[in-house]
């Protein structure tokens, strides 16, 4: 007989539903039997632009070494960020995508018996990460969608060793400025670690949002996470990173896989980091197809939160699972966030002009149907 593998996992894992992530391309295409030429994917906040031309030439210089393991303690990109960032390599813990950052976390400071806080509607991965490692999660109502940093402040208990908190959130894309980070962070307990994701950070300009750099030096008790993946468009590469205390990254590090970012990871990362013009049109790009959305939403009728990500909520103002059903008949790709508390509402990634047009004209037509 053989035994209840369910029943024998984790009690956390056990309640576990695995992360679902945006639907491909193909899957639909097999699904529905459309052409895959005609399907546009506006789901995973992927950069429409594709990667910068200098990371696929490093991508391609790095092929001839596919036999070696990677550089495990990835001196190079840590050295690249310790001078962009102004940071010493030290400081720096990298991650098989910022995912593995947070998973990271998790497994060096929480445990049954503690827990960690995040807002409502925040990034599915922070209870996932809390739960798979025996932790309690303790979920701050939000505020108009987004982080109400005083109750998360509030939320904060003797047990409690991780705050998550996203700055620009998703799946909202909502924001808090930098006062509103100061005082939090001046009230956290200092045994406390604060994790600040920002994995659209380099969507904002200006003032509108804190910069968690600077204020590592003021907060040993401070993480600051970022990603690859989005503004510098190496999604299918996994590669983040964490800038913090250096006796917080030797942790994380003595939790970390070897090799878990790969050498054309590490080369393209690289890159990236010096295409500073990618970057820059990316960001352009990306304002231009969010006046698009929001234009063409208003035309409808419809509202939306306001982000200063790569994405946008719309509310549809009815439950929209019938709507994205409608949606993937019409060949386009969005994202459900149900799973997030936000039934009404739909996550549309940015694309470029074409698709943005495509996606409004298909919402339109499905929207008509009733």
């Known amino acids: 007989m053989s035994g209840d593998f369910l029943a024998l996992a984790q009690p956390g894992v056990q309640k576990l539903s695995p992360y679902v992530p945006g639907k491909p391309v193909d899957e639909l295409a097999r699904e529905l039997g459309i052409d895959p030429a005609r399907i546009i994917k506006l789901a995973s906040n992927e950069n429409p632009m594709g990667a910068s031309p200098r990371a696929l030439r490093a991508i391609n210089d790095a092929l001839a070494e596919l036999t070696r393991y990677p550089d495990g303690n990835g001196f190079e990109l840590k050295q690249r960020l310790s001078q962009a960032c102004g940071v010493q390599p030290q400081q720096v813990t990298l991650g098989n995508g910022s995912n ?146 250096p006796v917080v990254a030797d942790v994380l590090n003595r939790v970390r896989q070897p090799f878990n970012v790969n050498s054309l990871a590490l080369a393209a990362a690289c890159a990236a980091l010096d295409d500073v013009d990618y970057v820059a049109q990316s960001r352009q790009l990306n304002e231009a197809g969010m006046q698009q959305l929001e234009e063409g939403l208003g035309r409808m009728g419809l509202d939306w939160i306001p982000s200063k990500a790569n994405f946008i909520a719309v509310d549809l103002g009815r439950e929209a699972a019938s709507v994205y059903e409608g949606l993937l008949r019409e060949g386009v790709i969005v994202r459900p966030v149900g799973g997030y508390g936000m039934p009404d509402h739909l996550r549309v990634s940015i694309g470029l002009p074409a698709e943005n047009s495509r996606f409004l004209e298909a919402l339109s037509k499905v929207l008509a149907r009733g």
């Open 100 to 245: 593995d950052i947070l998973e990271i976390v998790a497994r060096a400071y929480l445990a049954p018996g503690l827990n960690a806080v995040f807002s409502e509607h925040a990034f599915a991965i922070y209870p996932i990460v809390t739960q798979a490692v025996g932790a309690t999660a303790h979920i701050a109502r939000a505020k108009n969608w987004g982080h109400d940093l005083p109750t998360m402040l509030a939320a904060i208990d003797s047990n409690t060793r991780v705050v998550f908190i996203a700055n620009p959130n998703n799946p909202t894309g909502t924001w808090f400025g930098p006062s509103a980070l100061a005082d939090f962070l001046a009230q956290v307990p200092r045994d406390v670690l604060v994790v600040l994701d920002e994995a659209y950070i380099e969507y904002a300009e200006g003032a509108e949002l804190p910069d968690g750099l600077d204020f590592l030096s003021a907060y040993p008790n401070l993480l600051v996470s970022r990603t690859f993946s989005k503004a510098y468009g190496l999604a299918s590469l996994r590669v983040g990173y964490a800038l913090s205390s």
